[in-house]
């Protein structure tokens, strides 16, 4: 721990409307010898700033240093002074100066600082001295890590992620479940345009990249091959490959899962003919009609003359479609309840019938497909026509001139239409009956063939692939549990799964064409490098990359409870014969979730831990009177969106109640209930989280930490009961990142929200 603190003020970010000097003689008269060295520069984020701060630490006064100035997301990387020094950021600009709201409505005078906003300054300075009283230097150990990457899947993903990984120098083995490489691209007539001018389909050029794959002396291919299991963590995986009846054991650093898709289930189709209807068929099996060079009709293999693609279902139809996979829904959930019921061990179960919102995923590449599909009946059918109904077309980016060129194909009509009915118009034809059409109110169309559009479900979601030996189970956790795409963080990490050193790429993360499944798997492969880079000095991947703090647990306290093995978002914690918590250093993202989780506290990291925010949060300065002092209010603020939220509004002139006080924290999910206690036994009138937004469309970086605080929401509820403290005095909030322009409001409600409730009963004692 720190026991030479440094403390310097940069009066250059606090435009005199701070009295410094007043702000040193406390820190002096409070830390005494903990900080020998108390300075004012008058631009400390400047050569002769950094100067006078490496001075006192090569002349050993000080082991630490805390700068007093702008919020820690400015000039992060000035103030490095390498891995033995400390730093505490205290943000007296954002945070206090430049967001202070005077409860009377004056201005702010320079060189006249109110007594309020003194004592905000005075609490935020004593917090950062004591973070970094409590804080070690994190202690880690290079991490020894296989320079050999497993790709599975040998798809267009699969090819494109192995050769660029390859290309780097590593070693790639690459598993494909089929005989041959290729995957869906292999059975591909042609593709949408992926070269200028982008006006028409071409050859996939799969071929090529299988050639180069087989031709690469980095790579080896298993065909027939599957996963068998996958031990290990980041750096040091052991991977069981089953090839025909022999299986063989395999040393990997980190995987790339581009297994691909796999056609909807066809009865979800049936209220729209297919099945009943000879010559209804989905696009994939018109794509095969191309690929062997023969269009015909199923009932008498003659070729259609007019030939209707059929985009969207409109509200008449869908939701027959609807009901069906309802009903299908809710007898999995009645058997997963059952299997809950019969055996509470942890396991993952996967989606055995398709669903029809992989139709509404798959929008973008049913309507590039209609218009590919659309040329095919213009290169192949004689005098063919080709018609495309819509309720809604997307053909996003530079495909929009391939739409373009389309239209200008007097072979080619689309229309706008709701279906209200497909039906038998003898001879094997068929009807189709639209409403709200660009012809008119209503229009019956006669063709000799109908395709319905093909929905790309992703191979996860029918089988676990991975088949991980972890204590959170076998699979990749979902998007959610009815979409079985691999789950990530699609605003900020769209590679990074909830399993640290496995990387998706490609149609198993979300439908993409082939030119975007490319650049996809191009980032995947980048990423599963990376994870190896960082792993082998200790260091966490991400989000947090070059963290090399990492959780640590006292076991001689733990009472295998299991939280922290159960809430963990990422399967970083299994557990040993006796049911104590094992953790795997690599695969842990340093989010705390577990520390929040654990009820005994027996969970820290060296720079962040229960006793270092609880000794911030006794740092407050609560007044035993709100009436003469005010009310004091912690917020405990998400590092990721709301802190930077914060800042971005102090920035743009925005303010709020001086009344509160903030402390960035990891994630929410790291926040334990001990914090909270401590702030309202201390006296604090009320205490906001702010964290990211949570849900189906969540924001949180660290997938369910916002989630789970909420969850935890009950406890603290029946804690401050027994207390006889109001439950509305603690309250969690969601904000996102660009929602800065709102946060002022937030906070300033909350507060008017405590004044009325009155004093906290424990203040004054």
Partial sequence: MADKIGVYFDESSLGGMLDIEQLVAGVQKKWGDLCPVVKVHPKLASVEGRSLIQADIDA??????????????????????????????????????????DPSGQALVPGQPPELLHKMAADYVNMGVVKLQKSKIPQTEPWEVVRHVLVIGGGWAGLTAALNVASIGYDVTLVEKKDVLGGAAADMYKTIPMQHPYDKAH?????????????????????????????????????????????????????????????QNTSTLSPFGYGKLKNVVTS???????????????????????????????????????????????????????????????????????????????????SLTALKQANYVREFLHNGVALIVYE?????????????????????????GIVQEIRDGGDDDIVVVLEDTLLGSRVE??????????????????????????????????????????????ICFPYETRRTGFYAAGAVRQPMTLATAETDAAGAALKAIQCLESANRGMAVHPRSGDLSYPKFNLMRCTQCKRCTEECPFGALDEDEKGNPMPNTSRCRRCGTCMGACPERVISFDNYNVDQIGSMIKEVEVPDDMAVGGPRMLILACENDAYPALDMAALRGKKWSPYVRIIPVRCLGSVNTIWIADAMSKGADGCLLLGCKYGEDYQCHFVKGSELCNRRMDNVAETLGKLGIEAERVKQMQVAIDEYNELPAMIDQFVEEIIKLGPNPFKGY
């Fill in 203 to 263: 050859t996939t050029g799969v071929d090529k990249k299988i050639a180069d794959v087989e031709a690469s002396d980095n790579i080896s291919v298993l065909l027939g091959s599957e996963v068998v299991s996958i031990a290990g963590a980041p750096g040091q995986y052991q991977v069981i490959v089953r090839t025909g009846k022999e299986e063989q054991e395999i040393a990997i650093g980190s995987v790339v899962l581009a297994t691909g898709w796999t056609p």
């Fill in 392 to 416: 809604h077309m997307m053909v996003p980016g530079i495909n929009e001139l391939y739409y373009k060129a389309a239209q200008n194909d007097p072979g080619i009509m689309m229309t706008k």
């Fill in 445 to 490: 169309i006669e063709v000799d063939m109908l395709v319905l559009p093909t929905g790309m479900v992703p191979t996860t979601a029918l089988d676990p692939v991975l088949r991980l030996t972890y204590r959170q189970g076998p699979a990749m956790p979902d998007l959610d549990r009815f979409s079985g795409y691999a789950d990530s963080n699609f």
């Fill in 60 to 101: 050993g006064t000080i082991d630490s240093v805390c700068v007093c100035g702008t919020s820690p997301r400015v000039d992060w990387d000035f103030y490095e002074f390498g891995p033995a020094i400390t730093v505490s950021r205290v943000s007296l600009r954002e945070l206090c100066v430049l967001c202070y709201d």
């Fill in 284 to 366: 994939r099996e018109f794509e095969a009609m191309a690929k062997s060079g023969d269009i015909v009709r199923k009932s008498d293999g003659n070729p259609p003359s007019k030939v209707m693609f059929l985009l969207s279902f409109g509200d008449k139809l869908a939701p027959f479609a609807v009901q069906e996979q309802e009903a299908k829904e809710a007898a999995l959930a009645a058997a997963e309840n059952k299997e809950k019921e019969e055996d509470d061990t942890p396991k993952t179960n996967f989606i055995k019938q398709d669903t029809y919102r992989h139709l509404e995923y798959s929008a973008e590449l049913t």
